[in-house]
């Protein structure tokens, strides 16, 4: 597929904004993925080039939150891994079997996890004392990325709570670590939609430069305002998948609410 500069250049502005936001809360493909629709991507396609610049501004703030002393490397080296394994295994089930039963459960849980947000004790900046054991970490690390490569929406949201509610970090370790483990997922991903044949190379650089300096941006940000912006967005971002996922018609909750 071809596009002129004009087009090329709202999806570097829609990317830069998605990596922007998604190094703070997660969420960035509700920007990136609908701008590639909008733009006559077909679905697969445009969920495999998300997956390009998703990783790269991924990446970008992976890195910017390293430099700053916010990543345990080596706690999370496990975890990273089973998110990876996790991921690749997730994409391979999707092949041979419909996700559909996915689209009624996660608005549930995306719901319950800005009710966490805003209901639940307020999370400190600081890390506490974890509730679970590094094991428990690996397994949902690995659960986690199974379903990103499988489904996705929400994945970031998901990540970040457990690690506020069950191991104990603060907003902005969970948010950076968070990140580490996307990351890993995002690059199983892609390496399985890229054997598929369905990444579009072009357009998908384009976006990843951009959503490079979002994340860049994202990740400072999230270290300068702290929590007080971190769960927030957190919040809102959850609602608004939530509110994505249920306008699609063929969503099986929707059909249910409706009637």
């Known amino acids: 597929m071809e596009f002129g500069a004009d087009v090329l250049a709202w999806l570097a502005l829609a990317a830069f904004l998605a990596g922007t936001i998604d190094a703070m809360a997660g969420g960035g493909g509700l920007i990136?993925?609908?701008?590639?629709?909008?733009?006559?991507?077909?679905?697969?396609?445009?969920?495999?080039?998300?997956?390009?610049?998703?990783?790269?501004?991924?990446?970008?703030?992976?890195?910017?939150?390293?430099?700053?002393?916010?990543?345990?490397?080596?706690?999370?080296?496990?975890?990273?891994?089973a998110a990876f394994v996790g991921s690749a295994g997730g994409a391979l089930t999707l092949q041979v079997v419909d996700p559909s039963f996915l689209m009624g459960l996660v608005p549930v849980l995306l719901v319950a996890t800005a009710a966490y947000f805003l209901f639940g004790p307020k999370a400190s900046e600081t890390d506490?004392?974890?509730?679970l054991g590094h094991t428990a970490l690996v397994t949902i690390a690995f659960a986690i990325g199974f379903y990103d490569g499988f489904f996705g929406p929400g994945t970031g949201s998901f990540m970040a709570t457990a690690l506020v509610a069950l191991f104990g970090m603060g907003l902005i370790s969970a948010t950076a670590h968070t990140k580490l483990l996307?990351?890993?997922?995002?690059?199983?991903?892609?390496?399985?939609?890229?054997?598929?044949?369905?990444?579009?190379?072009?357009?998908?650089?384009?976006?990843?430069?951009?959503?490079?300096?979002?994340?860049?941006?994202?990740?400072?940000?999230?270290?300068?305002?702290g929590g007080r912006a971190i769960r927030p967005l957190l919040v809102v971002m959850s609602l608004a998948l939530t509110a994505k996922l249920l306008s699609d018609p063929a969503n099986p909750l929707t059909a249910f609410l409706l009637g």
């Open 182 to 225: 996307n990351l890993a997922s995002n690059l199983a991903a892609l390496a399985t939609l890229m054997v598929g044949g369905y990444v579009l190379w072009k357009v998908g650089l384009v976006m990843a430069m951009a959503s490079v300096a979002g994340g860049q941006l994202g990740a400072r940000l999230a270290v300068r305002v």
């Open 32 to 81: 990136a993925i609908p701008a590639l629709l909008a733009a006559g991507v077909p679905p697969v396609q445009a969920i495999a080039t998300n997956k390009v610049q998703s990783s790269f501004g991924t990446a970008s703030a992976v890195l910017t939150f390293a430099r700053q002393g916010r990543i345990d490397f080596r706690r999370f080296l496990r975890p990273a891994i």
């Open 128 to 131: 506490t004392r974890a509730r």
